[in-house]
């Protein structure tokens, strides 16, 4: 069994190996420390029979490197792992595909059953994180419930001074809460729905806005046949500026490489950072190969321009990769080509660009 456990921290990824080897010599454990070095093992290895992925990464969460590898291939079992039994945080790993939500605090007979499972195929939760999901989801479809009417009224109205003094049967403190979310919408939504679609440290735009605006990119063309490009950004050696330079530099070399693609692109294109040193595009009306090629040699052009990080001279450096959509493509094999690419250019020495 070949076991990749993703984690920043090397003494709890050699203390978990030691667990496992302990526990069944037949287990061979790959290490990474990020998602990208997770998803080279991956494609190299080409035989990952379960991923351990912690949820709290140095460079981003670990829901992040969770999406891509089921992007480049849904058959691998991943099984999140944490110190945090939040409610919200592991649905919401579940709802992206894991197939487990391991606790570092359980004890190490628990840990290794709880691998087993997820290796035989089953959704492992612990008993008692389950009743806390259980109650959660509970109490949940409660409140939505008690707020339906009271949102209805303010959708029907279209009129956000709407308030809920007159609604009847309703407890008093969710007419609080309700009334002061609206006024907190009629206040500040434009600051509202950038927090909801913006990465807080570039700008551009998060993972969330991208993935919508794929799938209407991907119904765009079904409906008028329009197509568009898929394109996929790392910078290279990026943790070496974080290292020698710290991660303010890294911060400031994230942010040029933020203005320099939304400086490059046309405002129908959309441009997005989805964590860490990554980043994505989606070119519109763009219909063949030698058509994106032209697009994506002036951008790396551009990309590639010397700055000034730390007082020190930097010759950014980034691995492009790119797919073309089709009608007959899901958004899946979309994503799997662009991410093929864009792999196909790391393995030749990075700094370049594929075009599948």
Do not use: W
Not at 78 to 88: A, E, K
Not at 229 to 245: E, G, R
Not at 297 to 313: C, G, H
């Amino acid at each position: 069994m070949n076991i990749l456990l993703v984690d920043d921290h090397s003494l709890f990824r050699q203390g978990l190996e030691m667990l496992l080897t302990q526990s069944n010599n037949t287990y061979n454990v790959f290490h990474a420390e990020n998602g990208n070095d997770a998803l080279e093992i991956i494609k190299q290895k080409n035989e990952i029979d379960l991923v351990i992925l912690d949820y709290n990464l140095a460079n981003g969460l670990g829901i992040d490197v969770l999406v891509r590898v089921k992007a480049h291939d849904p058959s691998i079992p991943i099984s999140m792992i944490s110190g945090d039994d939040n409610p919200r945080q592991i649905q919401q790993s579940l709802d992206l595909g894991a197939n487990g939500y391991i606790l570092k605090n359980m004890d190490t007979s628990e840990i290794i059953s709880a691998i087993n499972s997820v290796l035989e195929g089953n959704l492992y939760v612990p008993d008692d994180v389950l009743a806390k999901l259980n109650q959660n989801d509970d109490e949940q479809d409660s409140n939505i419930k008690q707020i339906a009417d009271l949102a209805r009224n303010v959708v029907y109205n279209q009129d956000l001074s709407i308030r809920a003094e007159d609604v009847e049967d309703t407890p008093c403190g969710l007419v609080s809460a309700f009334n002061s979310l609206l006024d907190q919408l009629h206040g500040n939504q434009q600051q509202l729905q950038n927090m909801a679609f913006r990465d807080e440290l570039t700008g551009l735009y998060n993972r969330r806005y991208f993935i919508e605006q794929l799938e209407q990119s991907q119904k765009k063309q079904l409906r008028s046949g329009k197509p568009f490009a898929l394109v996929y950004m790392d910078l290279d050696k990026f943790k070496q500026i974080n290292d020698t330079l710290g991660h303010d530099a890294g911060d400031d070399l994230l942010k040029e490489v933020a203005r320099r693609l939304l400086s490059s692109t046309r405002e129908v294109d959309v441009v997005a950072r989805l964590g860490g040193d990554e980043f994505t595009m989606i070119l519109s009306d763009i219909d063949n190969r030698e058509n994106t090629q032209i697009y994506l040699d002036r951008l790396i052009e551009k990309l590639r321009e010397p700055l000034m990080l730390a007082n020190t001279q930097c010759n950014p450096s980034i691995s492009i990769g790119a797919a073309l959509s089709s009608k007959s493509l899901e958004i899946k094999d979309l994503m799997k080509l662009a991410d093929k690419a864009l792999y196909k250019v790391k393995e030749a020495g990075r700094n370049n660009i594929s075009i599948h």
